[in-house]
């Protein structure tokens, strides 16, 4: 077992920026199997804390070559839009992802900078291989495919009580934020039941979690949301300590609270992994649900093409997904040498580098000049919302079957949906998060023609 003096940045040395203190500058272990498009611009491109930028910031990252600087909240990083690119490095065993053993800015950014807890938090997320194959071996115990199949009813019987009080809600006629009342309430029911959520941990329990990804807060307020979900989570732990159930922080604590077998977990790795799972399990799916319906409501020929069998509702989610990535960016790697891009710049030791997978989604490398296009009947299914190798999400196949279930039981029970009128989708103000604030809608819109 690792010791928790390791992790801290005091522990180890700091590694040097400078070439020739290091480095073969070694390209990338196997070649790309298309020349990356030069040149690369090297300007630093700010990108928007708030989200409303979104669409420009991610054509102008395309635009501007496979992996250019930069500023995340005022620290640079190399932001790869490339899909190719990105696969690579995502699975290259010279881009770690422990920040405070690999990130020389880590000690002059981890108290100040907003997103510090993406760097500082112990999860599966920012540990390297062997941390994280036993983390990830502690949690996918929990979300086996068998598993996961198994709760199909559920939360198809979630999803109709959901839209009975939607109906209510939208009672002659009134407007129904979607966002609220299905996209946040289905994933908050489903995780609840995961983690043995008590009711009252709820409401702070979303409120929190979400706080994770205002990149608009202050350092300070950014430090009170963490320290607030954290006390939601030791809450959370202290219950099932003492009244253990059948979910998965009580089979998470009993890891915990395993001693000698080799595959225990700290009390610091314990509630990091619980804030991963429901932190970004239920932002991802929070933002999927909403994002696919919002994107079927403003593309009506779509939603005709599933409606008459010529795409299916996994048609659908898939596209949303590629379209409209859950997580706009994801933070951080690192790069334990320097690594030489194959046709662009050289990624040096300790810089880190920055998931662009919105950009990675309508790539004209993988989706031709129609990548920004929403299309159901799209062949190529292929992208990178949920990360790749040995990173790959392991709550992607409970949040497909959320979002399967929440669409199909949603058209079905509301054929006339549509947006409320003069509706401006407002985006969430997040640099990381990709939804939007609300979504208003009207459950009996205009008959359509």
């Known amino acids: 077992m690792e010791s928790q003096s390791e992790n801290r940045p005091e522990s180890r040395p700091t590694p040097s920026h400078h070439p020739s203190d290091h480095s073969s500058n070694r390209p990338l ?3 790309l199997n298309r020349p990356l498009k030069c040149p690369v611009d090297h300007s630093v491109l700010v990108l928007d804390p708030t989200g409303r930028a979104r669409d420009a910031e991610t054509a102008e990252l395309i635009a ?3 992996a250019v600087p930069a500023d995340i909240l005022g620290v640079q990083a190399w932001a790869v839009s490339d899909p190719d690119l990105l696969e690579e490095l995502l699975k290259d065993p010279r881009v770690a992802k422990n920040g405070p053993r690999h990130w020389p800015d880590y000690p002059q950014v981890a108290a100040g900078w907003p997103l510090a807890l993406w760097v500082t938090a112990r999860n599966m997320s920012t540990t390297d291989v062997e941390h994280h194959r036993r983390l990830r071996r ?3 115990a929990a979300l086996t495919p068998r598993q996961v199949a198994a709760l199909t009813d559920r939360i198809e019987r979630m999803t109709a009580g959901l839209l009975d009080a939607v109906a209510a809600e939208g009672a002659g006629g009134a407007p129904v934020d979607l966002r609220q009342h299905l996209a946040r309430a289905l994933p908050i029911l489903v995780i ?8 009252e941990l709820r409401d702070g329990f979303c409120r929190y979690a979400e706080g994770v990804f205002d990149t608009t807060l202050t350092p300070e307020r950014s430090q009170a949301n963490s320290a607030a979900l954290y006390a939601v989570i030791a809450t959370l732990v202290a219950a099932k300590r003492e009244r253990p159930g059948e979910d998965m922080t009580s089979l998470l ?5 395993t001693e000698g077998d080799g595959g225990a977990l700290t009390e610091d790795e314990l509630l990091d992994t619980l804030m991963l799972v429901i932190a970004a399990g239920y932002e991802t799916t929070v933002n999927l649900i909403d994002n696919s319906v919002a994107l079927l409501l403003t593309h009506p020929d779509q939603l005709a093409l599933v409606r008459a069998g010529r795409a299916g509702w996994d048609d659908a989610v898939e596209e949303s997904l590629r379209r409209e990535a859950p997580l706009a960016h ?3 790697r690192y790069a334990l040498e320097d690594i030489a891009l194959p046709g662009g710049p ?7 580098i920055l998931a662009s997978y919105a950009a990675a989604g309508r790539h004209p490398a993988r989706h031709g000049d129609g990548g920004a296009e929403f299309d159901v009947t799209r062949q190529a299914k292929d992208h990178l919302a949920f990360g790749h190798g040995p990173h790959f999400c392991l709550g992607a196949p409970l949040a497909r079957l959320e979002a399967r279930t929440a669409l199909r039981a949603l058209f079905e029970r509301f054929p006339r949906l549509a947006l409320a009128p003069d509706t401006a989708l407002e985006p969430v103000e997040s640099l990381i998060s990709n939804g939007h604030r609300t979504l208003p809608v009207l459950l009996e819109g205009p008959a359509q023609g």
């Open 138 to 140: 502690l949690v996918s």
């Open 346 to 352: 050289t990624v040096h030791r300790g810089e880190a």
């Open 64 to 66: 501007r070559g496979p």
């Open 29 to 31: 272990n196997r070649p």
């Open 330 to 332: 994801l933070p951080m």
């Open 253 to 257: 604590i009993a890891a915990r609270d």
């Open 192 to 199: 609840s039941h995961l983690l043995g959520l008590p009711d």
